[in-house]
């Protein structure tokens, strides 16, 4: 008896399994696909200074836009995508296309504007991925200092000497090099002697806080104490209010990003947004920086 129902069960198990295979093998495919129709798209949310509201830089993110399911957000593609391997060829189309359109934001709007690109865990351990974001800024001709790395702090604690060495690399294509999500991951600091890292980007969960939150609050405030201690740039992510704003500005904080700025937008959206950013610039006579 008892016997039985232990075949059953592992039949239900297999039967579980073998469902939830299928739905990624599936996944997996509709992805593959949906390079080859280029289905995916590359969308732009800027990084302002918070000193004078400009834009700085822009994060390329991707986005799916899906014939019946509309627009699919990173969290329901990267994940796969990093399952399977096919971040490698996805992470690639995004750092070529992103590089390229903003060489020409360069030419057309505003010529120190950078680039950020997140990179994955798959993609920063790949061989070649020193080599791919050679081959980007090549095909684009953009300027190795106009390109920024984010990478999560989980990706660079898997295996410290390697990593160093990876990012020792990438630092000599002349690239930037961000900590994305910063504060979230890892309670052990003495990385951040070792690691050539340029830029911190505080996590918003702790900006969603920072006002009623005091621990938010001196959490946002180690982090940018630590940020000049290492002469490191500092972004806050996530900014939605004028008084998250202003309290990261009063706390010493160069950067911020968030919808209170711009939402993520598409390409041509961006561009309104870059053409306005440029007009108040000349009103307000910052002039082209
Ligand atoms: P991330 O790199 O930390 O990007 C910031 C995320 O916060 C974006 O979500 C953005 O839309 C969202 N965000 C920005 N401002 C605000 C705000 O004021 N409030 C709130 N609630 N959210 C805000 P998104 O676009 O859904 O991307 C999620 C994550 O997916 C990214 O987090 C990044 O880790 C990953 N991702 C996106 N694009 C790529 C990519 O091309 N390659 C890789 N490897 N990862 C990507
Ligand atoms: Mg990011
Ligand atoms: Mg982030
Ligand atoms: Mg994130």
Redesign the pocket.
């Known amino acids: 008896h008892a016997k039985s129902t232990t075949k059953g069960s592992y039949a239900i198990f297999d039967a579980q399994l073998n469902a939830a295979a299928m739905e990624r093998l599936e996944v997996e495919i509709e992805l593959r696909q949906a390079l080859e129709l280029q289905e995916f798209r590359?969308?732009y949310?800027p990084v302002v200074s918070l000193d004078d509201g400009r834009i700085c830089t822009v994060?390329?993110?991707?986005?799916w836009q899906h014939p019946r399911r509309g627009l699919v957000?990173?969290?329901r593609v990267?994940p796969i995508a990093e399952e399977t391997g096919l971040?490698i060829e996805l992470?690639q189309w995004?750092l070529e296309e992103a590089c390229r359109q903003v060489s020409d934001w360069q030419r057309r709007y505003q010529e120190n504007l950078s680039l950020n690109?997140?990179?994955?865990a798959r993609?920063f351990r790949h061989a070649e991925i020193v080599n791919n974001i050679s081959v980007a800024l090549h095909n684009s001709g953009l300027k190795p200092f106009s390109l920024t790395l984010?990478i999560?702090e989980g990706n660079l604690i898997h295996d410290p000497m390697e990593t160093i060495a990876k990012l020792r690399a990438m630092k000599k294509l002349g690239v930037r090099l961000a900590i994305?999500?910063f504060g979230i991951g890892y309670s052990n600091l003495s990385y951040l002697k070792q690691f050539p890292v340029d830029i911190l980007?505080i996590d918003?969960s702790f900006i969603r806080g920072i006002e009623w939150d005091p621990h938010d609050k001196a959490i946002v405030r180690s982090v940018i104490a630590l940020a000049d201690a290492f002469e490191l740039s500092v972004t806050g992510?996530?900014?939605?209010t004028e008084e998250q704003a202003a309290q990261l500005r009063a706390l010493g904080c160069n950067h911020g990003?968030?919808?209170?700025f711009a939402?993520?937008l598409p390409a041509d959206s961006f561009e309104t947004f870059l053409e306005k950013d440029r007009q108040r610039a000349r009103v307000n006579g910052y002039g082209q920086r």
């Open positions: 590359v969308y949310q994060e390329a993110l991707i986005r957000p990173p969290s990267i971040i992470g995004v690109v997140n990179l994955s993609q984010e999560t994305d999500d980007k918003r992510e996530g900014i939605e990003q968030g919808y209170l939402p993520p």
